[in-house]
């Protein structure tokens, strides 16, 4: 975005970015299922939102920090450049070390059968609930 010339390519480049993160975060949500086995369910996904939200709040903050030195957008994508630099050397590594991320998971964990009478009373409460209108 720092090398739009004008809003059009800055409006493409922001689309393309969010058709990136919605081709990108069901395979990220995938390849840590195979991680759960060993490190546990809720670990793994802590530490995943963990770093996304520290992420989506350090890289405005360096953004607002630049501008307020009377820096520029250049000099500010600039530095975000350097992090995204490094979120694309540890996919690099980690796509040499586990180039098959299903071997990972060591086998099945749980099993779905023998559901209790609530589990089904909540499950058709909960789908009542989902098919309600959405506004009163």
Do not use: H
């Amino acid at each position: 975005m720092a090398l739009a010339g004008n809003w059009q390519v800055a409006a493409g480049l922001i689309l393309a970015e969010r058709v990136g993160r919605a081709i990108r975060k069901p395979t990220i949500e995938a390849m840590l299922s195979y991680t759960t086995g060993s490190l546990g369910k809720g670990w793994v996904y802590a530490v995943n939102t963990a770093l996304d939200e520290t992420g989506a709040t350090i890289g405005p903050l360096l953004m607002a920090l630049v501008l307020a030195l009377k820096g520029s957008y250049r000099i500010g994508y600039g530095l975000l450049l350097a992090s995204s630099s490094l979120a694309l050397l540890v996919l690099t590594v980690a796509r040499i070390f586990f180039p098959t991320p299903s071997r990972l998971e060591a086998g099945p964990t749980t099993t779905a059968k023998g559901f209790t009478r609530s589990y089904w009373l909540f499950m058709l409460a909960a789908s009542c609930f989902g098919e309600g209108p959405d506004e009163l």
